[in-house]
Structure formats: structure tokens, C-alpha cells
């Protein structure tokens, strides 16, 4: 309003986003809206039209634009060019009777050379009378922002003609761009003179302001406090031990988010404005030592991102104070005592040399541990001692390594046991003639068992989200594996990002790119294990399936190629 008169005036501004690189780009076409008989005077905006060294004048003779219209391409009446607009007369497409129908907008530069720029501007304008739209709101696109304002929103419909109004809560925001289908606009602040939108769940009104029609979405469009991380509870977790949800309080949180926890990217559980519950992620390959970071909120849809607060990833080492008894035969029920043992069975593995124990039982304290000692191949009863008569307990060998592993955290303290066997009296070997010796055949070295499992999550996953593979490679033995190497050619839809390993060096195609994924493992002992963990940027569409399988081999004979391969199926998600 000025001296009184009242009228609109429409501000086109033009965005220009820093991924158009050096090469020339459309934006938007203006008006956007135009009847199907041709001859409407159209403005292409975008920039770099011309060459660097500036414009020459001849660039409409060298502009070619075509409409295409269910599948029929006309050319437009290009009438001038500048560096940074396209001006033209449509063409006619009187058959189009539906200001619905998709149009595509071709534009080829430099079109008398061998190598023209082609770009294209998919629905920014419809064929139809000014009369012919009625404008419909279907999304508004995030549909919250901060109370601030200059939140960047989309709003997606129907039957938009330039120039338009836009409206949040009764308040007018800023034009970006407008199609047919489609208007870009900057918020308003929730707050000032004549306005009190603040924290409130407002209407989004669209008018096309030529005919004055105008389209509402009731309740289309929040105002939220700026995001801010305030409190998280708990404030630390024990690694040794499952991990629990964590709730971190703030302002401002819009689903869907993003959080990272102590450095590593946490599985969200649930979101509100002002609370969210996530799952802290492990640390790759295990840790013993503790992880403190902060932590990282991220809304994915506006962008915007809040760092703070503390918390810690305790990191603890077990150790082992009495084994009772500390000798006895296989299957002896052995009672291991310490402290920071594992406090559930699942998460103990214990070993005497190479062989597995049975555990079957975990003090919830993490103080005691009871498993039975596990048979040893290579034992066999020893000569009994002088005095002894057959059948007394003696020890066999030297004392064997006891060691207790937290799977969790691939944390360990070892002990020693002795392994006793009853003694044999030998029977004397009578005197026989020598007979010619025949030869021993040289026996078969014994074969390793490789196997290989794998994982992924989260599954589902989302489009342009984070992929991680989790691939296991142990040796069931009795063998050891030489020169074992993994594989994993990546699906299509994926690209590399990360590799980690436990034990070995492991190798990717470059970052950004698609390839094959080696482990370089080295000497796998009997009842050994590598954990290989990679981590991929997903691309491919919502919807589709990745399957994905990793490989192991080995120069040491295999008793068993039908676990040699474990594959992974992750559902693309929306």
C-alpha cells in the first residue's frame, strides 16, 4: 500500500545453487501458464546462456527450444537471449485440452555445433486459459520449519499461475519460483508486528492472483522452536554390555532425523518436537577403552543441525582373579571368578588352548562365570609315574591358556589350566624278530573349515542413507588358513564409503564409486575370527531390493566351500 493505492507486484528472484558447477543452467520459466493456440510470451530464466568471454547477439539464432507434449516436440520462436533469460513465443499444441497435461521444455545451446548443451525443465508450464486453473495444495514440503522463518518450502499441487500469493497463518512469504505444479517460497517469521504464529500449526494459502482463486491446506504447516539439544539421559553406557536407548531432550525436532552418538550414528527409535529416543551405535572392531563424544541432531528434511551435550561409552576391561578348580579332566565344571566378566552367557566366549568351553552360567554382576572345560584332541593318557597304579590322575602337558572374551567388545584376560588324564601302566613290548619296516605314508595335512556370515542395517534403508555391512569370517578348524582373503563385489545402488577391519588391511574402490571390497585376513587360526565392516552410501530407488554377498578363500584345503559365501538382501525403503 502507498498514498492510499493497493496493488500487487510480483519479485522473481533466481536461485542459483552452487552444484550448477561452471556450465550454463536453467531455474524456472515465467509466466507459467499460457493458452494451448501458442504465442504466449515466455521468459526461461537460468544463467551462463552465453560464452565467458560475454554475449554476442547471435545467441537466439544458435538457441533452439522444443515443447514436448505427450510425446509430440514442437519448437518455440526463440526472439532473444541474455546471459541470463531465454525470451520465446510458444508453440501451438491446440489438441491439449487439460491445463494437467505435462509439458518438458527442451533447451539446446549452441545448436549449430558438434557438441550442443542440452537442458531441460520438466513442468514449469502449462497449456490452458488464465480462466481454465483452479489452484490445489497436496503437500507442503517440509512441513515444519523455525519460528525464525526463511524456511526453504515446497509447496506441491496443481493449477499455479504466476504470480501467485502465498500465505502462512495469514501472513504473505516470499516467492521463489512457480510452476504448474510446484512453488518454492521462504517462510515468514511466526512472530512481529500483526502476527503471532509462534509455535503454532498454521493454514497454507495459495492465491493465483490473476483470477484470484485461491487453494487452502488447513493445518498445512507448523511453527517449531530452533533446534537445540538441552539434556540426554543416560549420560554414559557400559560397552561390556548391551546397549539400551538413550533419550535426548531439546527443541525443535523434526522427523525424520539424523543422531549421532559418541562419533557413531545411533538407530533413532522415536521422535517428538521436544524428545527423541535413539540406540547408541558400537564402536568398529570392538573397544576396551572408553569413547566420550558429544552428541549430533540433524532434521534430514530442513537441514538444520544442533551439537552438543556429553556423553561416554564406558569402556572396561575384565579380569580374572581364581579359577576353581585350575586342573581336572574334560568336562570338569570350572568356576572362573574376576571382575567386568560377561554378565549373559550370549556375550561370553571362553577358550582353553583353541577349544571352546560350554558356559552355563553368567552372574548378572559380571563377577562369575561356570563352564565345563572342553574336550582336547591332542591329549592322551600319560605312563603312570612310579608308584602309581592305573587310573591315578597326572597332568598332561604343560597348562594350557584360559581365556575369556566379551564379544561385545572383543575385550579378554586369560589364566591357565591344567589338564589331567588317568595314567597307564605300559604293557612291556615282548622281543620280537625285526621285520622289514614297511613305509609310512605320509599323512594328510588335516583341512580347515572357513565360513563366512553376514549382516546389514538397518534394514530397511532409506534412499541417499548409510548401508552397513557387518561380514564375519571365522575358522572352524581343526586347521589353520593361510593366505585367507574376502571379498564383496557392492550391489548396484550403492557406493563405497568406509572399510574397517579387526585383524588384516582391507581395500575399496575409491570413494563415491561402485567396485569390489578385498580383506586381506592374512593366518586364520582354528576357532579364529575377523570382523570386516563396511559401510555404503545407498542411491538406488525406494522399493528395490540390494542383495549383496561376500566371499571367503584360503590356500589351505576347505572340509566344508558350502559356507564359504553368506549373502545379505536390504530393502530400499521410502
Partial sequence: TSNGQTGSATITIVFQSAAAGAGPFVSFCDPSFGPSTGGTALTIHGGRFCATSGCTGSEASTTRVTFIVNGV????TVTGVTNTTISLLTPGFPEVTSPTTP???????????????VLTLPNCFAFGTTTSATPTITAVLPSSGTNEGNTRVTIIGAGFQAPVQVFFGGVEATVVSVSFNQIVVL??????????????????RVRNVTSGVDAVLASGYRYVQPLQLIAISPTEERLDQALTPVTIFGHGFQAPVAVTIAGRPATVISVSESELVALPGRPLGGQCSSVP????????NTGDTATGLSFTLLGVQPTITLVSPNA????TSVTITGTNLPSRIEDARVLFGNEVATVSSASVTGTQLVVAAPSQPTLVSPPCLPGNPTGTLQPVGSPLELRVINVLTNCFFASTFQYQLPCVVPTPTPTATLATPTPTPTPTPPPADLAVTKSDSPDPVSTGGVLTYTVVVSNNGPATAANVTMTDPLPPGTTFASCAISLGTCSGPTVGTNGTVSADIGTLGPLGSVTVTIMVNVSAGAGTTIPNTATVTSSTPDSNLTNNSSTAATTVGP
Fill in 187 to 204: 517462510t515468514p517469521a511466526a512472530f512481529g508486528a500483526g502476527r503471532d504464529n509462534l509455535n503454532q500449526t498454521v493454514d497454507v
Fill in 73 to 76: 516436440a514442437r519448437e518455440a
Fill in 293 to 300: 563424544g558429544g552428541v549430533t541432531v540433524t532434521n534430514i
Fill in 328 to 331: 581336572g579332566i574334560p568336562g
Fill in 103 to 117: 509439458v518438458e521444455i527442451r533447451v539446446t545451446l549452441n545448436n549449430n555445433t558438434a557438441t550442443p548443451t
